[in-house]
């Protein structure tokens, strides 16, 4: 692996891969072949940094986030003409950004100005995490139900459910192993990969006419070489090379790998009237029961939930987890409730002492979860019928309660301890009399007038008057085009930087804690634009400020 470096005029230096510079490219070059938008980007040359060029416009690296979530924002708010000014790059750079800290990504540090200065380790790292929601998308039950038959003996669908799709993959991989009878087991992306045996071995277990096992019998090089080869007779769609296979590379065996599982999963099921068949028929009515008793309200909800407790950025390694990937599961055991209390109140406020870090069973569990709701208690929330063991049974409903008044601690804190009614005014005093609305649960908020003057009144470029639906005198504005203006009054918000959590329907069906949330991040964002503005400006060249 050959690491470049760069240097920036505050002295701090950052290295790169020029290996993932490649891959990423490449990976790049296969997902928006065909798309329209950025016909003119692509191809990415993977030998150079061209890569850093061509993210600059916000196009590439908005539709990598469209292809993992199409619900995440309104094509039509993308700038797509050539030739953007610096306020419309901006725009779809900001789009970006807030779409992807919406789908999970970590943005710390990420801003439209350091993109456009092509910094190198900021690019590559949000484009990682994209690639990886994007790639990693179809691994879960509803596109690949028959990943039931990798439970082990005595496991819940739930708690299957649970797992992050990169723990599945290896799941499956052990799994063909296993049927191959094979003496190895792969627990990383790294070094149980980079000699190629285990890769051989799968290829073979797929499909046997094709991938034979001569591989083994060559040195890890040319066997990784000979790996990537014979996926391609699986239709594995791959820019991914035996060299990135023998480097150990994580993140482009992670690639490799789930490129091979969306080709070729492999996972068959057994044969009818078998003791096993019947057994995954029962785990397949189990599955479906579960989808069919879930509240989309509550699905919404938890989306929306998972989206903000994931933008806190808080440390989860010490829980075996990179990000909240089931809200309701992974609060279960009280710890990141506690982490999450700890992120959003004053220092002091969680005496860790008094959890149990090893919550290993019922008892610690529920130990844990008392104290959460104690210490929310204490912060003033409203938790009365909700105790440790409704958490830890994992009670949807009472685990949504607690974590919105987290939410909206957090979210009126950010504005300086704002209160509901004092939001409620700033944004009616920013507005013309006639949209204005007397709460945040006001039917009339559906055709989206109030938010888009909101809006107006921090950035009137931002919004096309054109893809805004006006009714026609004396009528109202229909379903569709209520969900046409929700969608697009998102990613305006988006578009100027607000970080918002709420979904399209949420602003449609006016679910008044959901608006609340939205009129705040306009508030924030408003906020911050005035700092900014207040802001001597720094001059690099000459360390001073004028």
């Not at 406020?349 to 008094?354: D, G, L, Y």
């Not at 720094?538 to 004028?546: C, I, K, L, R």
């Amino acid at each position: 692996m050959v690491e470049k470096a760069e240097v920036h005029s505050h002295g701090a230096k950052h290295t790169y891969s020029s290996d993932e510079i490649r891959g990423f490219a490449g990976v790049i070059n296969m997902l928006l072949r065909n798309d329209e938008t950025c016909a003119r980007h692509i191809p990415i040359n993977p030998d150079t940094e061209e890569l850093f060029e061509k993210v600059g416009d916000g196009l590439i690296l908005a539709k990598l986030v469209y292809k993992c979530n199409p619900a995440v924002f309104d094509l039509r708010a993308l700038n797509k003409k050539e030739n953007l000014n610096v306020f419309q790059i901006k725009e779809n750079l900001n789009l970006a950004i807030s779409a992807a800290k919406y789908i999970g990504c970590q943005t710390v540090s990420v801003v439209p100005e350091f993109i456009m200065e092509k910094r190198g380790h900021i690019i590559l790292g949000l484009v990682w995490q994209i690639l990886k929601q994007s790639i990693l998308a179809t691994i879960n039950l509803k596109d690949h139900p028959y990943l039931l038959v990798l439970l082990k003996e005595g496991e819940k669908i739930e708690d299957f459910k649970h797992l992050p799709p990169e723990d599945i993959l290896l799941r499956w991989f052990n799994y063909h192993l296993e049927k191959a009878a094979h003496d190895r087991r792969v627990k990383n992306y790294s070094d149980d990969l980079k000699d190629g045996v285990n890769y051989t071995v799968l290829l073979n277990q797929l499909d046997k006419s094709k991938c034979d096992l001569t591989g083994l019998a060559l040195d890890q090089l040319e066997r990784c070489n000979l790996v990537v080869e014979n996926s391609k007779k699986l239709e594995v769609d791959t820019v991914i090379t035996g060299h990135d296979l023998n480097s150990g590379n994580p993140k482009l065996n992670l690639i490799f790998c789930s490129l091979i599982f969306n080709a070729c999963p492999g996972l068959q099921p057994p044969p009818t009237d078998s003791e096993a068949s019947k057994e995954l028929e029962k785990l397949f009515e189990a599955a479906k029961m579960l989808e069919e008793q879930a509240d989309p309200s509550d699905t919404r909800e938890e989306r929306s939930f998972r989206a903000w407790s994931n933008s806190l950025n808080l440390d989860l390694s010490a829980f075996n987890l990179g990000q909240i990937n089931n809200l309701y599961e992974d609060v279960r055991d009280g710890l990141i409730l506690l982490k999450l209390l700890e992120r959003i109140s004053d220092a002091g406020t969680v005496e860790w002492k008094k959890a149990a870090l090893k919550a290993d069973i019922p008892l610690k569990k529920i130990q844990n979860a008392n104290y959460a709701v104690e210490i929310g208690k204490k912060l003033g929330f409203t938790l009365v019928g909700i105790g440790g063991k409704d958490i830890v049974d994992g009670n949807k409903k009472l685990i949504l309660a607690l974590i919105w008044q987290m939410v909206r601690k957090h979210t009126l804190d950010t504005l300086g301890g704002y209160t509901e009614d004092e939001l409620l005014k700033w944004a009616n005093a920013r507005v013309p009399e006639d949209v204005r609305i007397g709460k945040f649960s006001d039917k009339v908020i559906s055709n989206c007038r109030f938010l888009f003057a909101l809006l107006a009144s921090i950035e009137p470029r931002a919004i096309d008057p054109e893809l805004v639906k006006v009714p026609a005198e004396g009528e109202t504005l229909s379903e569709e085009d209520q969900q046409l203006n929700a969608k697009y009054v998102i990613s305006v918000a988006r578009k100027l930087g607000a970080t918002v959590f709420c979904l399209w329907e949420d602003i449609k069906e006016v679910k008044p804690k959901m608006i609340m949330t939205f009129v705040a991040a306009i508030a924030h964002l408003e906020k911050q634009t005035t700092e900014k503005k207040a802001m001597p400006e720094f001059n690099a060249s000459e360390g001073t400020t004028h």
